[in-house]
Structures are given as structure tokens and as C-alpha cells.
């Protein structure tokens, strides 16, 4: 039996926040960044997804494998080109070095395709989490939420340090097909 989120159509996060996921995104607004096991746990459960994804071919695994009209899978790559603003954290950069010379600007900013509080949850785990964060923001619904997974990682503090006065919650523990222990936060937009 295969183990993976994939094929367990499972997020690649720790199974107390797919827990909490279950309960908080049903029939709900989601949007997320980093397409995989999520998409397809999420799509039936919500009332609308749009899932963000940069690596095409990812994109054409997740999306020959999406069975919900709820949900839209887009493509945005990222281009060769120098790190943004300093204002914006990681400069629209992915931390992981063989994305060293891209910058996800255009993936980041997807996001601005859709109104101001249009989404009752949104999912930071896809590349240049801390750029993706200061997106998200005016996004999310007042009494929404904001998930990061892997929130324990040094180079999303910058991030996280726009979501002060939000509500945090940190859940810990293995993810599927991993016995490890990892963190995965969620912030709730004040009212």
C-alpha cells in the first residue's frame, strides 16, 4: 500500500492539523498555495478551492488526479530575475537553494486576483512562505484563518511577524509517511 499524501490524498502536514483542517474548512472558501495530497483532501469538502502551484509538471499529477468542480489549479511558475523589495519578506524567494536565481512574485501575488476577505481559510505551503504570508493578509476574512506548515522553520519568522494580534495555534506531530515530529500554526484574523 502506498504511503504517500498523494495517494492517501491526505495534506503533507502533521495529522492533528489535517484534524483541525476537517473541521475548518468544510464548506468553506479556501485558497492555497502548494498543490498535492490537500488539494485532493480539501476539493470535496469545500465550498471552493483554488490551489496555486509552481512546478508544471506537479501541476499535471494533481490536476489528472482532481474529481471536484470545487476546485481551480493554476499554474504559475516562477521566473528567472532578482529578489523584490526588502518590505516583503524573503523578497518573493523560496528558501531552497535550486530556486536560487527564480523569483515567485507572480506566484505570490495570484492571489491579488481575488477580493479583499474573500477566503475563510488560506494555505501557506508552497515556496516563499513569508512573501506568500504578506499576500495572504488582506485575503483572508475577519474570524478566518491563516495555516503555515512547517512553521518551526527560522526563515518564515519575517513572515509570521506580520500575523501579531492574530490568534496563533501550534499543532505538533508526524505527517503521513513520515514518523517525525513537525509543526504546523494556525492565525485567526481578529473580527
Not at 502536514?13 to 485558497?31: D, E, G, P, T
Not at 490537500?38 to 494533481?62: C, R
Request: hydrophobic fraction near 35%; aromatic fraction near 10%.
Amino acid at each position: 500500500m502506498e504511503s504517500d499524501p498523494l495517494s492517501l490524498e491526505l495534506p503533507w502536514m502533521n495529522y492533528k492539523a489535517i484534524r483541525w483542517l476537517s473541521r475548518h474548512a468544510r464548506n468553506a472558501a479556501v485558497f492555497e498555495w502548494g498543490s498535492g495530497g490537500s488539494t485532493l483532501y480539501l476539493a470535496p469538502l469545500v465550498a471552493s478551492l483554488v490551489s496555486i502551484e509552481h512546478d508544471a509538471a506537479w501541476h499535471k499529477v494533481v490536476g489528472d488526479r482532481i474529481r471536484s468542480e470545487t476546485c481551480t489549479l493554476r499554474l504559475v511558475p516562477p521566473v528567472p530575475g532578482p529578489p523584490c523589495p526588502n518590505e516583503v519578506p524573503q523578497g518573493y524567494r523560496s528558501s531552497r537553494t535550486d530556486f536560487s536565481q527564480m523569483n515567485f512574485e507572480r506566484y505570490c501575488q495570484t492571489i491579488r486576483d481575488y477580493s479583499d476577505e474573500s477566503f475563510n481559510v488560506v494555505i501557506v505551503d508552497g515556496r516563499a512562505r513569508g512573501s506568500c504570508i504578506h499576500e495572504a493578509l488582506p485575503k483572508v476574512k475577519p474570524g478566518g484563518w491563516l495555516v503555515l506548515d512547517d512553521s518551526d522553520r527560522a526563515q518564515y519568522a519575517t513572515g509570521i511577524g506580520l500575523l501579531g494580534g492574530w490568534k496563533r495555534m501550534d499543532f505538533h506531530g508526524p505527517k503521513p509517511g513520515d514518523e517525525g515530529s513537525y509543526q504546523t500554526s494556525v492565525f485567526r484574523r481578529p473580527l
